[in-house]
């Protein structure tokens, strides 16, 4: 077990795997460079900077999904879309944890 997890418990993400198995729209918000790199199936690369001035992409979307590489991002991402609206946003963290979220 991580330090993480012993310091969180272990990550609930039956939320999370609701709403990819639901359709959400799913963005990663990490650069270009790190998304080419590898992210998820299906998922749309908007980076953290370009949010505010993306938010068009954003409307009338059931249920959103930000992750990054750590979390820290797509913390900020989902502040900046709760200010301006949105409420159906969820931190999914790393890309990782959306990734394996979505094959459970």
């Known amino acids: 077990m ?8 272990k990550t609930d993400n039956s939320q999370l795997t609701e709403v990819i ?3 959400a729209f799913l963005v990663d918000v990490r650069t270009p460079a790190e998304f ?4 998820m199936k299906g998922a749309v690369n ?4 370009k949010v505010p001035s993306q ?10 999904v930000v992750f990054c590489r750590s979390g ?5 991402a989902k502040s900046i879309l709760e200010n301006n609206g949105f409420q159906n946003v969820i931190n ?7 990734n394996q979220a979505a094959n459970e």
């Open 72 to 76: 820290n991002r797509s913390s900020q």
């Open 36 to 39: 080419s790199a590898g992210s």
């Open 2 to 9: 991580g330090f993480f997890s012993a310091l969180f418990g």
């Open 21 to 23: 198995k639901d359709g």
């Open 92 to 98: 999914g963290g790393t890309w990782q944890n959306v």
């Open 46 to 49: 908007i980076p953290l900077d």
């Open 55 to 64: 938010l068009s992409k954003f409307k009338n979307k059931k249920s959103i």
